[in-house]
């Protein structure tokens, strides 16, 4: 079966995602600028095939590519728009017992009535 992919770009200074069929050489892509927004985000949900009309974008990042789901690049963008680590990147992070970081406990007598003494 065929698996669509899709990747997340960053171009200017926003964040995207494509299929990677759209993708060229990894510096540049097929984008269907002049479309309406619905359709775009439609053609790119589908992972549809570019068109000869399309605009070419140069000079694009490719944050991370080949998601195989196109709600989980969708939310990585989000993520990455709002300045937080991709779930990608958070997936990777070890965690487990003795694996975070430890907090320093201050000396502070939290919820007791008695005065500290000398």
């Not at 899709?6 to 990894?26: A, S």
């Amino acid at each position: 079966k065929y698996t669509k992919l899709w990747t997340l770009i960053k171009k200017m200074d926003e964040y995207d995602v494509i299929p990677n069929k759209w993708l060229r050489n990894g510096t540049w892509a097929f984008f269907p600028t002049a479309k309406p927004m619905g359709t775009i985000n439609r053609l790119v949900r589908q992972s549809s095939e570019p068109e000869a009309d399309w605009d070419v974008i140069d000079n694009i990042e490719i944050i991370k590519s080949d998601y195989d789901n196109y709600e989980r690049s969708l939310t990585d963008m989000i993520r990455l728009q709002r300045g937080l680590p991709s779930l990608s990147s958070s997936e990777n992070e070890t965690r487990g017992r003795g694996q975070r970081k430890a907090k320093r406990r201050s000396d502070h007598n939290y919820g007791t009535s008695e005065p500290e003494t000398s």
